[in-house]
């Protein structure tokens, strides 16, 4: 006998009554395609998923599972068949495995059935245990801790177990168009999202000449370090020039970054609509710079009645900050390469903007030409599995 099993435990989804089901479906197709070069053996029940192991090192494998959305914990687990003579020896092989002289054991009777309960099955492998070692019990702080599962067709046995990323398996709770900026903040929105089961699809407003193409390179990397995640994400680049150029000939400066915003929203939406994601997402954070005062968020959502989500909305900018490093995007973030939010950034802009006026600058000029204008010229970029591949 040995440790030879993966143990995915699920969290969330045991909320899920009804939808469980679909839920450990998609769970499971996405573990599959997480371990697709490893070849492994997979199979699920209500309340776990199985990876066999064989003779691969477990390392690597987690380390991949627990970049999979959906997950809660990873255990590696000794299968024995349900009988007390196999849970006994089973025990005692992995506490000499560990070689603590202190030890707990924990015991989950799911099968009701087991002639003795949870207390009782603890005790008497406790006994075993006490009996054929030099090991000593130790309620508080022990050295190993080997938690027992009895179910009905076998027993599995742990001392040890990881953290997955939690949420809910991607693309369960649909597909969003989420506007990418390439700064600090929209990469960790976009992953706060995939957490959640969230599929994103990306959308950059490019201001060539003014801003450099190496722009989309620095997003095309972000996009690599946001596959361990979702392995497949559409970036399309919106040629954003004329509306910006309209914008600082018709509009007076403190209002520029307002009615700029309402034109993104307005084509993030459209293009929402044209994908068929169910929301329009963005990287902002409450009060972080003038367009996102609650004042400017009402007056620049005003243009569309389609959900927007924010999900750093309350997040400060240090805590966003540790999450992109922790990601890898932070130090490709912060290359010193402009998009079109900064390049015509003014000095003083509104941070508390009036409706009525927002409305009255962008009457102005002919925005909704130019919105098509952009509709209709739009690249789109696939990067899957950490490279550029072809259109889908």
């Given at each position: 006998?040995?440790?030879?099993?993966?143990?995915?435990?699920?969290?969330?989804?045991s909320?899920?009554?009804?939808?469980?089901?679909?839920f450990i479906?998609?769970?499971?197709?996405?573990?599959r395609?997480?371990?697709?070069?490893?070849?492994?053996?997979?199979?699920?029940?209500?309340?776990?998923?199985?990876?066999?192991?064989?003779?691969?090192?477990?390392r690597?494998?987690i380390?991949?599972?627990k970049?999979v959305?959906?997950?809660?914990?990873?255990?590696v687990?000794?299968?024995?068949?349900?009988?007390?003579?196999?849970?006994?020896?089973?025990?005692?092989?992995?506490?000499?495995?560990?070689?603590?002289?202190?030890?707990?054991?924990?015991?989950?009777?799911?099968?009701?059935?087991?002639?003795?309960?949870?207390?009782?099955?603890?005790?008497?492998?406790?006994?075993?245990?006490?009996?054929h070692?030099?090991?000593?019990?130790?309620?508080?702080?022990?050295?190993?801790?080997?938690?027992?599962?009895?179910?009905?067709?076998?027993?599995?046995?742990?001392?040890?177990?990881?953290l997955?990323?939690?949420?809910?398996?991607?693309?369960?709770?649909?597909k969003?168009?989420?506007?990418?900026?390439?700064?600090?903040?929209?990469?960790?929105?976009?992953?706060?999202?995939?957490?959640?089961?969230?599929?994103?699809?990306?959308?950059?407003?490019?201001?060539?000449?003014?801003?450099?193409?190496?722009?989309?390179?620095?997003?095309?990397?972000?996009?690599v370090?946001l596959?361990?995640?979702?392995?497949?994400i559409?970036?399309?680049?919106v040629?954003?020039?004329?509306?910006q150029e309209?914008?600082y000939?018709?509009?007076?400066?403190?209002?520029?970054?307002?009615?700029?915003?309402?034109?993104?929203?307005?084509?993030?939406?459209?293009?929402?609509k044209?994908?068929?994601?169910?929301?329009?997402?963005?990287?902002?954070?409450?009060?972080?710079?003038?367009?996102?005062?609650?004042?400017?968020?009402?007056?620049?959502e005003?243009?569309?009645?389609?959900?927007?989500l924010?999900?750093?909305?309350?997040?400060?900018?240090?805590?966003?900050?540790?999450?992109?490093?922790?990601?890898?995007?932070?130090?490709?973030?912060?290359?010193?390469?402009?998009?079109?939010?900064?390049?015509?950034?003014?000095?003083?802009?509104?941070?508390?903007?009036k409706?009525?006026?927002?409305?009255?600058?962008?009457?102005?000029?002919d925005y909704?030409t130019?919105?098509?204008?952009?509709?209709?010229?739009?690249?789109?970029?696939?990067?899957s599995?950490?490279?550029e591949?072809e259109?889908?």
């Amino acid at each position: 006998m040995k440790a030879d099993t993966l143990m995915i435990h699920y969290g969330e989804l045991s909320t899920k009554g009804d939808n469980r089901k679909a839920f450990i479906t998609c769970l499971l197709h996405n573990v599959r395609v997480a371990l697709k070069k490893f070849g492994l053996p997979c199979h699920a029940d209500r309340d776990h998923i199985y990876v066999q192991l064989g003779e691969e090192d477990p390392r690597p494998i987690i380390a991949r599972l627990k970049e999979v959305s959906g997950i809660q914990r990873i255990s590696v687990v000794m299968k024995t068949a349900p009988q007390l003579e196999e849970m006994r020896e089973g025990v005692l092989q992995l506490l000499k495995e560990e070689n603590k002289e202190t030890f707990k054991i924990d015991v989950k009777r799911v099968d009701k059935r087991f002639p003795l309960d949870s207390y009782g099955i603890t005790c008497d492998l406790a006994d075993y245990v006490l009996d054929h070692s030099d090991y000593a019990v130790d309620l508080h702080q022990p050295g190993a801790k080997v938690k027992v599962t009895l179910r009905s067709d076998a027993a599995y046995l742990s001392c040890h177990e990881e953290l997955g990323l939690g949420g809910y398996p991607l693309g369960m709770i649909g597909k969003v168009t989420m506007m990418l900026s390439g700064g600090i903040d929209s990469p960790v929105a976009a992953y706060a999202l995939i957490r959640r089961g969230i599929k994103v699809e990306c959308l950059h407003f490019a201001s060539p000449p003014y801003t450099s193409y190496a722009v989309v390179d620095k997003l095309k990397d972000i996009l690599v370090c946001l596959n361990d995640y979702q392995p497949d994400i559409k970036l399309q680049i919106v040629p954003f020039t004329k509306i910006q150029e309209a914008i600082y000939e018709s509009v007076p400066e403190p209002y520029c970054i307002t009615v700029m915003r309402r034109m993104m929203i307005r084509i993030a939406v459209a293009m929402a609509k044209k994908n068929k994601a169910l929301a329009v997402a963005t990287g902002e954070s409450i009060g972080q710079v003038a367009s996102q005062t609650l004042e400017s968020i009402g007056v620049i959502e005003e243009v569309t009645n389609f959900p927007i989500l924010r999900p750093l909305c309350v997040e400060d900018k240090l805590s966003i900050i540790e999450q992109a490093k922790r990601l890898g995007t932070y130090e490709i973030s912060i290359r010193p390469y402009e998009d079109c939010c900064t390049i015509f950034k003014p000095k003083r802009p509104k941070t508390k903007p009036k409706l009525e006026d927002a409305k009255f600058y962008e009457s102005k000029f002919d925005y909704e030409t130019l919105i098509q204008e952009c509709l209709q010229n739009i690249e789109t970029i696939y990067i899957s599995e950490g490279k550029e591949v072809e259109g889908k």
